[in-house]
C-alpha cells in the first residue's frame, strides 16, 4: 500500500517557484516525522528536508534559504515551498515518513 502521493511538479524557467504536496493515507503527518528527497536524473537519492512531528525543521545546505517544509495537519499533508529555482534543483521529488517507503514522486523540471 502506497502510504504518501507526491503532486505539484512541473516545468518552470530558472527562478520559478512551485509548491510541492505531499498527501498521506494510513497516518497522521502530525504523528511522525516526514521526509522530502530527490533524484536528480542518472544521480543518487538526495535528502532535502524533514518535518519532525514536534515541528522541527531541517534542510539540506543546497536548499536552505529556497524551499521551505511546512504541514497542514487537518488535510494530513506537508507542503514543500520551492522558490529561486535553479537547473541543478531537476529531479524526481518524493517525500516518505521514517521507516516508510517514497511514494511514486513528482517530476520538478527547471529549464529555459
Known amino acids: 500500500e502506497v502510504e504518501v502521493h507526491e503532486s505539484g511538479g512541473d516545468l518552470v524557467q530558472p527562478g520559478g517557484s512551485l509548491t510541492l504536496s505531499c498527501a498521506a493515507s494510513?497516518?497522521?503527518?502530525?504523528?511522525?516525522?516526514v521526509h522530502w528527497l530527490r533524484q536528480p536524473p542518472g544521480k543518487g537519492l538526495e535528502w532535502i528536508s524533514s518535518?519532525?512531528?514536534?515541528?522541527?525543521?531541517k534542510y539540506s545546505d543546497s536548499v536552505k534559504g529556497r524551499f521551505t517544509i511546512s504541514r497542514d495537519d487537518a488535510k494530513n499533508v506537508v507542503y514543500l515551498q520551492l522558490n529561486s529555482l535553479k537547473t541543478e534543483d531537476t529531479a524526481m521529488y518524493y517525500c516518505?515518513?521514517?521507516?516508510?517507503?517514497r511514494g511514486p514522486g513528482t517530476q520538478v523540471t527547471v529549464s529555459s
Open positions: 516518505k515518513k521514517d521507516l516508510g517507503d
Open positions: 494510513a497516518f497522521s503527518v502530525s504523528t511522525v516525522d
Open positions: 518535518i519532525s512531528k514536534s515541528g522541527d525543521i
